[in-house]
């Protein structure tokens, strides 16, 4: 069975940085890209991060980009989120999740965690 | 970034019954579409992708159509355990972009 369980979550203030970890098992990790996805109190789900299974490649949307960084452990079967410059707007649940497509080519998300809290407050 | 206007926002219906969701994205994205369902305390579920290939485990009473700008996810026959939150995706292109979401009660 895939599972996906985030970590590291919690209150933060503005301008700090934070780490999130997501541990996987039940499949083979390091032949999956994996990527972060959130959603912001009452607000929809917007893509954070995607990491190819090597690890060399990595994908971000303009709103994190240069704040957040995305990587993986495959010796441990682990994704991380390392977040910097936090700001309020980064207030949200955070989801771990799989890639679908084996290859990396379609980046839909066929396993999520249950995610994890950031809040972002002084 | 490739826009996902997702709509209804609230949808109440019977067991039964059908439902459809309709998904439209700002430009052209093939069928590179995948909708999602989460209920309260569980994970997100993956239901379709590539706009109307069911994931395995995924009810065939479920169905995506569309490609280009137009997407709809039907549900025949509705059954108690549907009700969610109901979400699609565009992947054709980054930044990866959701729709709003649809709120499915039974009633």
């Known amino acids: 069975e895939v599972q996906l369980v985030e970590s590291g979550g919690g209150l933060v203030q503005p301008g700090r940085s934070l780490k999130l970890s997501c541990a996987a098992s039940g499949f083979t990790f390091s032949n999956y890209y994996m990527a972060w996805v959130r959603q912001a109190p009452k607000k929809g789900l917007e893509w954070v991060a995607t990491i190819s299974t090597s690890g060399s490649r990595t994908y971000y949307p303009d709103s994190v980009k240069g704040r957040f960084t995305i990587s993986r452990d495959n010796a441990k079967s682990s994704l991380y989120l390392q977040m910097n410059s936090l700001k309020s707007e980064d207030t949200a649940t955070y989801y771990c999740?799989?890639?679908?497509?084996?290859?990396?080519?379609?980046?839909?998300?066929?396993?999520w965690g249950q995610g994890v809290m950031v809040t972002v407050s002084s | 970034d490739v826009q996902m206007t997702q709509s209804p926002s609230y949808l109440a219906a019977s067991p039964g019954e059908s439902v459809s969701i309709s998904c439209k994205a700002s430009?052209?994205?093939?069928?590179?579409l995948a909708w999602y369902q989460q209920k309260p305390g569980e994970a997100y579920k993956l239901l379709i992708y590539?706009?109307?290939t069911l994931q395995s485990g995924t009810p065939s009473r479920f169905s995506g159509s569309g490609s280009g700008t137009d997407f709809t996810l039907t549900i025949r026959s509705l059954e108690p355990e549907d009700f969610g939150l109901y979400y699609c995706q565009q992947y054709y292109e980054k930044p990866l972009t959701f729709g709003s979401g649809t709120k499915l009660e039974i009633k």
């Open positions: 590539s706009g109307s």
């Open positions: 999740a799989r890639l679908g497509d084996y290859g990396g080519y379609s980046h839909y998300f066929d396993y």
């Open positions: 430009k052209s994205i093939s069928n590179y």
